[in-house]
């Protein structure tokens, strides 16, 4: 069998049974990018299979047949009617044990006679769904599914629009409120490792600060930024910051192995019953209400960026990413992820994504942007 770019060149015969699984953190759009899969998949006349709960319904065994009916209706429903989990197939928990279940994967997959598993997911999901290819040489065809949007080789992830819309929407709200009481307030967004919600976010809200993972911070260089703004009169700031924003020196512990300090900041209280984690974005407003001596308040929009109802790009995007999804089972193109390349959906090789992370680059277009209307980047603007 030949694996040729990431193609399986071999193997050309058309697609007559699917299984679709959705993995990782759920999204707005999940169940849009099923419906695209499915309606295209049962239009080219495919027996569809639903796996529940991610690869842990493949190893347990937990499939449901999707007919047009189960995938109407779904369209601008918000989660994942076939349920999600974080659970990899080579490192499962399995009662008190955690355990290599690969094998069983991949014998479930071939007893259910599936021509291609279509996984919906992040980057867990690609390199999950390599790995069953690479172990079993179980065809694979996946989405680019995560509100970080930091999945390679594509432009855009699904889930992305909608998650923007809320967070700009929540950073809209904390102005007035802010403007109110002549406060700072630090707004957590999430993103452990890219920062693209929170830039896009910070942008289009309008946030005087905005703080990401690839761009260092400098606490100090963000203190002067906002007596900056006191100073011209302007009595309140929305900080912008990305869950896994670090300080410059949090970075240089990073690059040399290490971990920064926040993530041992573990406190035992109550006789030892109750851990505690002091939350990043309350830190940081401790510390910038110590640097300047104005008043901060936090907010975490948590999981509230992921709920709810897909926003009509992301539903366009879904069916556009879904019903190629099934040109290409019709095609026999397995081993890919359905990337977007501007107007297009065009399969990507999947040793290409897995593995990858699309990072901000730190001269990004949006981050000159961000430079030139004067926001603060957390670090030393420069000329
Ligand atoms: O993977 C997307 C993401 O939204 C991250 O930004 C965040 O760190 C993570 O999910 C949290 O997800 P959960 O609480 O479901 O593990």
């Not at 505690?276 to 999981?303: D, K, Y």
Request: hydrophobic share 40%.
């Amino acid at each position: 069998m030949g694996f040729e770019g990431g193609f399986d060149m071999a193997r050309k015969m058309r697609a007559r049974s699917i299984g679709i699984l959705t993995s990782g953190g759920d999204c707005p759009g999940l169940n849009a990018a099923i419906r695209g899969v499915a309606k295209a998949a049962l239009y080219h006349g495919m027996k569809v299979i639903g796996v529940m709960d991610g690869f842990r319904g493949l190893v347990e065994n937990r499939t449901v047949q999707i007919e047009d009916q189960h995938v109407s209706g779904i369209l601008t429903l918000g989660g994942t009617f076939l349920g999600s989990s974080r659970d990899k197939p080579y490192k499962m928990k399995m009662g008190d044990k955690v355990m290599d279940m690969t094998s069983v994967a991949i014998a479930n997959a071939k007893r259910l006679q599936l021509d291609c598993l279509v996984c919906l997911g992040g980057g867990g999901t690609q390199k999950n769904a390599l790995h069953l290819h690479k172990e079993g040489g179980i065809n694979v065809l996946t989405l680019p599914k995560t509100i970080d949007n930091d999945v390679a080789q594509t432009d855009v992830s699904f889930g992305f629009d909608t998650a923007l819309g809320i967070a700009t929407e929540a950073i809209d709200r904390l102005h007035t409120t802010a403007t109110s009481h002549h406060r700072v307030i630090v707004c957590e967004l999430m993103g452990h490792s890219a920062g693209w919600l929170a830039l896009g976010a910070g942008i289009a809200g309008g946030a005087d600060v905005i703080m990401i993972p690839e761009i260092p911070y400098n606490l100090e260089a963000v203190a002067e930024h906002l007596r900056n703004r006191r100073h011209h009169g302007k009595r309140f700031s929305i900080i912008a910051i990305a869950e896994g924003a670090v300080s410059r020196e949090e970075a240089k512990l990073l690059a040399k192995g290490g971990k920064p300090a926040r993530m041992k900041l573990e406190t035992v209280i109550n006789n030892g019953i109750h851990l505690v984690r002091e939350p990043m974005s309350s830190r940081v407003a401790r510390q910038i209400q110590q640097l300047t001596g104005l008043e901060a308040r936090v907010t975490q929009l948590g999981h509230v960026q992921r709920g709810g109802t897909p926003s009509a790009a992301d539903r366009l995007l879904c069916t556009r990413l879904g019903t190629k999804a099934g040109q290409l089972l019709m095609d026999g193109v397995y081993n890919v992820m359905v990337a977007v390349r501007g107007d297009e959906c065009v399969p990507v090789p999947l040793a290409k994504v897995a593995g990858f992370t699309k990072y901000v680059p730190a001269n990004h277009p949006w981050v000159k942007t961000a430079r030139l209307v004067g926001t603060c980047m957390g670090d030393v603007a420069e000329a």
